[in-house]
């Protein structure tokens, strides 16, 4: 529906697009906006603008990409734009004045009610990470003493201004979180039965500081549609709804992707971001990461008469290296994922380090095998010039390979528990970390057995 709505508007069929759009929704209808913007047609995306019904017009603007709305804002009228602002959810409105240029935030705030100007600047005082900059202020609540039908026409009355009225909050007179009632429970109860009779008085919330990534998980492990918000006096003054701690949760998962792969985490989808920003947030752990490796070639070095003497040795060095890499970043994925989930923490430290040696010594020693008998064939029975101590060198190589896939596990569980203990992000300690580190390593074992049990011929 999507390709037929940019036929229409570009053979100016407007009845149909009309027409067409009222039977999308929002979202898509978003979707047909970022279209059109990456066609540069801004006049006709006003024109469908202005062709959508208005409620319809205010909530695809929600789903919208930054960028996109500032176009869109551009171009409408005050009063046009007096209307999405009233429609949108507070913490749409809170996101969409944090994501603005200054310009355009004194307009956004000059077409504002005044009480709408003094939420978003309570809002935009809470840290971006924190539950306050998340929350919304629309949500449905009552009072302990009032009946089951009295809370009905409640919900009647105010629910269709709120972001969500499947689970209802009840407050004491001071705003004190006393309970939490579905409307399921209300549905199934007496009518004149009382909300303090029939509420649920263990309501799990969080408070305006706490860290959203934490609370993305409540979410997940309680089953919830919305989450309480409460200030330190323990007052209510918001609530989170799913859809927000999907967004957190995207974020963080997208975050914590981009920093595995040796990346800076960035702030736009990448077909929006320009070169130079792509560039920028990936040069400086390229810079590190390469700076890092010299030590590896240094070790090389330092081996280089070994080498002359035995060339042999060179050609089992990207198998090595792989192979650390590959195991460290197996690991390192594994506990990073855990730690993420909250099924392994700082705590278990040795008892993963344990696990993972043990995993090590298992796929080491089958690795090995395949490889002493990969060599033994290869240099030795099979080669119409067979190596006088084939058997040694498989030995010195598989030997590496065991000590190098420890290595490897070792430092893919470790290093992001530590990472996690110095309160940074364990994602940092990824794949091209440790695939440095394990390099390196792998390089000083494998010259230095053999060194020692070729040492004749060295």
């Known amino acids: 529906m999507i390709a037929k709505v940019l036929v229409l508007l570009h053979e100016k069929k407007y009845a149909l697009v009309r027409e067409t759009v009222q039977q999308m929704k929002p979202v898509d209808i978003a979707e047909v906006f970022d279209e059109l913007h990456e066609l540069e047609a801004r006049e006709t ?27 869109l804002i551009g171009s409408i009228s005050d009063n046009e734009l007096r209307f999405i ?43 971006d990470d924190s539950a306050g900059s998340i929350m919304t202020n629309e949500y449905v609540y009552f009072r302990p003493h009032i009946t089951v039908r ?16 499947y689970t209802c909050y009840v407050a004491s007179p001071a705003r004190m979180l006393e309970g939490v009632v579905t409307v399921k429970e209300l549905l199934l109860a007496d009518p004149d039965a009382k909300i303090e009779d029939i509420m649920s008085r263990n309501v799990i919330h ?45 974020e963080e998962t997208t975050e914590d992707f981009e920093m595995m792969a040796g990346m800076a985490p960035s ?12 560039a920028k947030n990936r040069i400086l752990w390229l810079l590190i990461l390469m700076f890092s490796a010299m030590l590896t070639g240094a070790l090389i070095e330092h081996y280089e008469a070994a080498i002359a003497t035995l060339p042999l040795l060179v050609s089992f060095i990207p198998m090595l290296m792989g192979t650390g890499g590959n195991c460290g970043s197996q690991a390192s994925t594994m506990i990073i994922r855990g730690m993420a989930l909250d099924e392994i923490e700082l705590s278990d430290f040795f008892r993963v380090w344990w696990k993972e040696v043990r995993v090590a010594l298992l796929c080491g020693s089958v690795l090995s095998a395949a490889n002493f008998l990969r060599i ?11 190596e006088p101590d084939t058997v040694m060198i498989a030995a010195v190589v598989s030997l590496t390979l065991i000590a190098t896939v420890c290595i490897a596990k ?16 364990p994602a940092i300690m990824a794949a091209p970390m440790i695939t440095t580190l394990t390099d390196a390593l792998s390089i000083l074992v494998f010259f230095s057995l053999a060194v020692t049990m070729l040492g004749s011929r060295l």
Request: proline share 4%; hydrophobic share 45%; charged share 30%.
């Open 410 to 425: 070792s430092l893919g569980c470790m290093l992001p528990m530590l990472a996690k203990r110095l309160k940074l992000d």
């Open 206 to 250: 969080v408070h305006t500081l706490d860290d959203k990534e934490e609370i993305a998980k409540l979410f997940s492990r309680y089953d919830m549609l919305s989450l309480p918000v409460v200030d330190k006096e323990e007052r209510l003054v918001g609530i989170i709804t799913i859809d927000d701690a999907v967004d957190v949760m995207q």
């Open 150 to 165: 009295e809370a009905f026409d409640i919900i009647r009355k105010t629910g269709v201004d709120k972001e969500t009225i």
């Open 376 to 386: 033994w064939l290869q240099y030795g029975v099979l080669s119409a010039n067979p």
């Open 267 to 278: 702030e736009d989808a990448y077909l929006r971001m320009p070169v130079f920003s792509l």
């Open 85 to 127: 602002l009233d429609e949108l959810y507070m913490d749409d409105y809170v996101d969409l004045v944090e994501e603005m240029p200054a310009n355009v935030v004194k307009r956004l705030l000059a077409n504002s009610s005044e009480g709408s100007r003094a939420l978003i600047n309570q809002y935009l005082q809470y840290p």
């Open 45 to 71: 995306a006003l024109r469908l603008f202005r062709l959508l019904p208005k409620e319809s017009a205010a909530e695809a603007f929600s789903y919208m990409e930054s960028d996109v709305q500032q176009d």
